[in-house]
């Protein structure tokens, strides 16, 4: 099957890419202005339908509701950087802090965090089938190369950036 088709076939809203998340999942998210917005909201407002999933992030640029008091029955936050958005659910009790430096991240999805669900953001595709993490490449494409499911918002303001920061749509 090519690209094109792999990709129409994936393409469904937000509300229903994550209907695959369930209950104890560990979902990353992508860091800073790379977060995927759409999803992290769709993820939310499935939250009576949720218990126990994990939330691991980074810089929260969005408005991290999944931190917000009243949440801890369906989310727990795991932040590897104590932001704005995060910290009074950190020094509240309500989520983790796990300390780290930023290159040590990608292990730690592979050894310590294993990923069930990385929501991340990209480019749409080049002509060949492979999206660009853009300005999110850093702990991002790591999480979903280890992730078990990745749920891609695709974003055309998102700019291409060159290197190692493509995802093609097969994965």
Not at 13 to 38: N, T, Y
Not at 70 to 76: A, L
Not at 98 to 105: A, G, L, N, Q
């Amino acid at each position: 099957m090519d690209w094109k088709s792999i990709y129409k076939q994936r393409c469904v809203s937000a509300d229903e890419a994550v209907k695959v998340i369930k209950s104890g999942d560990r979902v990353i998210l992508g860091h800073a202005c790379g977060e995927p917005q759409l999803l992290t909201e769709a993820m939310v407002k499935r939250k009576d339908s949720l218990e126990n999933v994990e939330v691991v992030h980074m810089v929260a640029m969005g408005k991290a509701e999944y931190a917000q008091p009243g949440m801890e029955p369906h989310f727990r936050h795991n932040a590897l950087f104590v932001g704005a958005t995060t910290r009074a659910a950190v020094n509240e009790g309500r989520a983790d802090y796990t300390p780290c430096f930023f290159y040590e991240i990608p292990r730690l999805f592979e050894k310590e965090l294993p990923i069930d669900v990385a929501l991340v953001q990209v480019s749409p595709p080049d002509e060949h089938g492979y999206c660009s993490f853009g300005i999110s490449v850093d702990y991002t494409k790591p999480a979903a190369q280890a992730a078990k499911i990745v749920i891609a918002e695709v974003n055309d303001q998102m700019p291409r950036t060159h290197g190692d920061s493509f995802l093609h749509v097969s994965d």
